[in-house]
């Protein structure tokens, strides 16, 4: 009763011209965690301006969509191209906003020159070692006290917390990681430095990083926090799981991050099922495809509860979750667009293809009025 006379209160406050309740996700959790978006080049270079314009009056914290990825920032041996990433930085610096550098060390979106010698064979270990070490020391080094934290190693397990079979643990082992923080760490003593996976809710993934991140600190590495990828389904992952997780490394004394948020209303599709037989292949596109005239409203709906359950969760564990950010802007500019499946229309953010919030936008801000 006394939450429900509170709340009355405000409302009378509010209509009465007095402080007015937040109408954005930055403001509405200041006192909370970061809000942060993932940026493309369009947003980045100022050419989407209405997005641009979203970005600033939404978040207050801000990273590269690819921008950082080793095959876009050195694409060759002897090559940087920082013009992207410096962009991003000075966005930042001149709207005020915590920059996060994404990522340093990860399998993926890495040039192949990387891995290989003039032959096309794998480089020996020592080899590697050193273009890692000359990769992270010329990123970290140019950023130094413009960057807030650093997202170091990027997807290094499997679901089952077995380590990924990546060229940089076939060729390294396992102490790519400890190397990978070592060199980040020598670059620039003062930034913040994560790891970033996905599906950590998953018990042995889970395990697997905390047995890593308490290997690191016997080592005397740093780290200061993980970053949970959180590409929601509408069935997946269960919520408890996210929680044990999300308690599970703030007890190791670690900030814990919610990265590259989002939520496709797409069911996912089934591996090897698209055949040779074009009117099947038709049909399933159309079924893996269903809303590509609009959003039903049933749906939006329960999207919408789903949002604000894990948001719920999320300010339960305020003073642990250092940050949550979106991955993209708006759903016209979602990954989710085209992954697994090229081409289909999802509704993973809070800004719809307008680049206007959708009523969850407000229904999670009330969980802040409310808290």
């Avoid at 997202?151 to 397990?157: G, I």
């Avoid at 055949?275 to 495809?289: F, I, P, Q, R, V």
Wanted: aromatic share 12%.
């Amino acid at each position: 009763m006394k939450k429900i006379a509170y709340l009355c209160l405000l409302a009378l406050l509010y209509a009465c011209g007095q402080t007015p309740p937040p109408s954005t996700l930055k403001d509405a959790f200041k006192e909370k965690f970061l809000i942060g978006a993932a940026l493309n080049l369009d947003h980045i270079w100022e050419r989407d301006t209405v997005g641009v314009q979203l970005v600033k009056t939404q978040f207050n914290s801000i990273v590269g969509e690819n921008c950082m990825k080793s095959m876009f920032i050195h694409p060759e041996e002897n090559l940087f191209f920082f013009d992207d990433a410096d962009k991003l930085v000075k966005f930042g610096e001149e709207n005020g906003m915590a920059v996060i550098g994404h990522t340093l060390v990860w399998h993926n979106q890495s040039p192949a020159w990387f891995f290989t010698d003039k032959k096309g064979n794998n480089v020996s270990r020592e080899v590697l070692l050193e273009r890692m070490k000359n990769h992270i020391t010329t990123i970290v080094s140019r950023y130094k006290g413009k960057i807030k934290g650093w997202d170091v190693v990027n997807e290094a397990f499997d679901d089952d917390g077995s380590f990924r079979q990546t060229k940089y643990y076939q060729i390294i082992g396992e102490d790519y990681i400890k190397y990978a923080f070592q060199f980040a760490q020598e670059a620039d003593p003062d930034v913040e430095l994560y790891y970033n996976d996905f599906s950590l809710c998953m018990e042995g993934k889970r395990n697997a990083v905390i047995a890593m991140v308490q290997k690191l600190k016997e080592e005397g590495l740093k780290i200061n926090g993980i970053g949970m990828q959180e590409h929601l389904l509408m069935n997946w992952p269960d919520i408890n799981d996210v929680e044990k997780s999300i308690k599970a490394f703030s007890d190791l004394g670690l900030k814990v991050m919610i990265t590259e948020l989002d939520l496709s209303v797409l069911k996912m599709p089934e591996k090897f099922k698209v055949g040779a037989d074009a009117a099947l292949n038709y049909d399933y596109m159309n079924e893996m495809n269903p809303y590509a005239e609009g959003l039903p409203e049933e749906v939006a709906q329960a999207q919408q509860q789903r949002y604000v359950d894990f948001f719920r969760l999320y300010l339960k564990y305020a003073g642990k979750i250092d940050r949550v950010t979106f991955w993209g802007v708006d759903d016209s500019v979602s990954w989710r667009n085209d992954w697994p499946m090229r081409g289909r229309t999802d509704y993973a953010l809070l800004f719809d293809r307008n680049h206007q919030p959708k009523p969850a936008l407000q229904e999670i801000i009330k969980l802040v009025i409310s808290d």
